[in-house]
């Protein structure tokens, strides 16, 4: 370097973005490249479109990126965060590169609370070959529709951008009152 200058950069525990300009990785920006993919390829498809080891990797990646949010280490999170991220890309190049489509459009997936299966949703006309490679059970968009309860409908009209917290069934009040 001229004038004795001694220049470094040191990215550890960062990702580069934009301008050069280095950024400590949070869960939340590895929380948004994993929402991004499984919108484009469906929640949990992406990892089986690759080969074996190539999945096993990308799993030991996860676990060691779970693990580090378990520790509660800020650049251990960063540091690993940052491996997620590249994980989840190269997942995403390798199932291009081999010729996979991403979702259409008029198809989401989405993990069942309950059983922890992937659901579909579709709006359209959609190939039952292709609901059947994203989703354990589908459903067309207007029957989940026919599920809403109109006071939510209306409940939700009244407060928009509000979310439906809990589900659950009515159960008869019938314990004693205790006056």
């Not at 190539?54 to 280490?73: H, L, P, V």
């Amino acid at each position: 370097m001229e004038d004795g200058q001694d220049i470094s950069i040191d990215v550890r525990p960062s990702v580069l973005l934009g301008l050069g300009v280095s950024k400590m990785v949070e869960i939340s920006d590895v929380d948004r490249v994993a929402n991004r993919m499984e919108s484009k390829w469906g929640v949990e498809r992406l990892p089986r479109l690759v080969s074996d080891f190539i999945t096993a990797k990308f799993d030991q990646q996860r676990d060691a990126f779970n693990a580090a949010i378990e520790s509660g280490d800020q650049d251990r999170i960063s540091d690993i965060g940052a491996g997620m991220i590249r994980a989840w890309e190269k997942l995403d190049e390798m199932a291009t590169s081999e010729g996979h489509r991403s979702l259409p459009d008029t198809i989401w997936t989405v993990k069942h609370p309950g059983t922890g299966k992937t659901i579909g949703i579709y709006n359209g006309n959609v190939s039952l070959m292709e609901l059947r490679d994203v989703a354990d059970a589908s459903f067309p968009l207007e029957d989940l529709a026919k599920f809403i309860p109109n006071v939510l409908v209306n409940a939700l009209e009244a407060f928009p951008g509000s979310e439906v917290g809990d589900v659950r069934d009515r159960r008869p009040l019938d314990d004693e009152i205790p006056f």
